[in-house]
């Protein structure tokens, strides 16, 4: 069975770090693109990271760029984004999705396989 599950959200307080882990089974991730997605309360949903299927690319939308870094760990099928200086507008519910897609800003959503979510709270 295809499945996505991401861990790793939580409650933290503004200028604090959180780990997001996606991990896939029934499918390599090494195959395919990985973008991280997140919704806010009231807005659509915004891709912000993206690793390409050969993890040579790696692209971030300007809000997360420079906080916010994405790594694969292709021997455990997993993706990691790493959350540094997290501000309250960082807040939503993150999803991890894949696809045969190019990455690159501004990230379209991926016809492909997704997550269930994992939620971020950034408040003080």
């Known amino acids: 069975q295809l499945q996505l599950v991401e861990s790793g959200g939580g409650s933290v307080q503004p200028g604090g770090s959180l780990r997001l882990s996606c991990i896939a089974s029934?499918?390599?991730?090494?195959?395919?693109?990985i973008g991280w997605f997140r919704q806010a309360p009231g807005k659509e949903r915004e891709g912000i990271s993206c690793?390409?299927?050969?993890?040579?690319?790696?692209d971030y939308d300007d809000s997360v760029k420079g906080r916010f870094t994405i790594s694969r760990e292709n021997a455990k099928n997993t993706v990691i984004l790493q959350m540094n200086s997290l501000k309250p507008e960082d807040t939503a519910i993150y999803y991890c999705?894949?696809?045969?897609?190019?990455?690159?800003?501004?990230?379209?959503?991926?016809?492909?396989?997704w997550g269930q979510g994992t939620q971020v709270t950034v408040s003080s």
């Open positions: 690793s390409s299927s050969s993890g040579g690319r790696t």
């Open positions: 029934g499918l390599p991730l090494d195959l395919y693109t």
């Open positions: 999705a894949v696809g045969l897609i190019a990455c690159t800003m501004p990230l379209p959503p991926i016809s492909g396989y």
